[in-house]
C-alpha cells in the first residue's frame, strides 16, 4: 500500500509514529518501510524517536514541543538530518524553533482528528501570518482530508500532513495522493 501510495503522485516525506511499539518492534518498521520511501527519493522521518534517526538510517526526525528541545534533538541527529518541530497554535514556539533552525514548523490540529488529542486549533490565518515574515517551511496537520486540504494550501501550508485523509480513503491510498494532489494544484488556480 505504501509503495502505490507513494508511486501516486508528490509526496515529500512519510513519518513512522508508532507511539507503542519497543525498540525492536520500531526497527523492524523502518527495515521494511524506510526502504520503500527512500527508493522513491521520499524521506522517512520518525516521529519522535531521534534516539533511532542514524541506526535506523532514517532521513530525520518530527518532535513534539515538549518531547525535547531542538537543540538536543538536534545533537541526536546531526546536522544533516531534517528535523521539525510541532509548534500547535503558537506562533510564538514555531519562531524560537525556526529561529534555532528548525527545517520546517508544524501547525495543528486544523481540524478534527481521532489521530491524537490535539494540543492546538489553529485557523488557516496562522499559516499566512507565517508566511508573511518567515521563510521556514510550515506543515498543516490535523484531520486533513482531500476536501479541506485546498484552503490550508491556499493560506500558505507548504506541506500537509495527512493520516486517515490517506489510509482511510474510500478509493484507497493511492487515490488519495492523487486526489491530495489534484486540490492542492487547484489551491493556486486563478
Not at 31 to 38: E, G, K, M, S, T
Not at 103 to 119: P, Q, S, W
Not at 120 to 149: F, R, S, Y
Not at 157 to 175: H, I, L, P, Q
Request: with cysteine.
Amino acid at each position: 500500500m505504501l509503495a502505490a501510495a507513494l508511486d501516486a503522485g508528490d509526496v515529500a516525506a512519510v513519518q513512522l509514529r508508532l507511539k507503542s511499539a519497543d525498540d525492536d518492534e520500531f526497527m523492524r518498521a523502518c527495515d521494511i518501510l524506510r526502504p520503500i520511501a527512500q527508493e522513491r527519493d521520499v524521506a522517512f522521518i520518525l516521529n519522535d524517536r531521534v534516539d533511532l534517526v542514524t541506526a535506523a538510517g532514517c532521513d530525520g526526525a518530527h518532535v513534539g514541543a515538549d518531547d525535547m528541545t531542538y537543540g538536543e534533538a538536534r545533537r541526536l541527529v546531526g546536522t544533516d538530518a531534517i528535523l521539525g518541530v510541532s509548534c500547535y497554535a503558537s506562533p510564538h514556539l514555531a519562531m524560537v524553533a525556526a529561529e534555532a533552525g528548525a527545517d520546517y514548523v508544524a501547525f495543528g490540529a486544523f481540524y478534527a482528528t481521532r489521530t491524537k488529542e490535539a494540543r492546538g486549533h489553529p485557523t488557516p490565518q496562522i499559516l499566512e501570518d507565517w508566511h508573511a515574515v518567515m521563510t521556514v517551511p510550515a506543515v498543516a496537520i490535523g484531520g486533513i482530508k482531500v476536501d479541506n486540504c485546498r484552503v490550508l494550501a491556499r493560506a500558505g501550508a507548504d506541506f500537509v500532513a495527512v493520516v486517515t485523509g490517506v489510509w482511510d480513503y474510500a478509493e484507497g491510498a493511492a487515490a488519495a495522493v492523487r486526489d491530495f494532489n489534484r486540490e492542492i494544484e487547484r489551491a493556486f488556480e486563478r
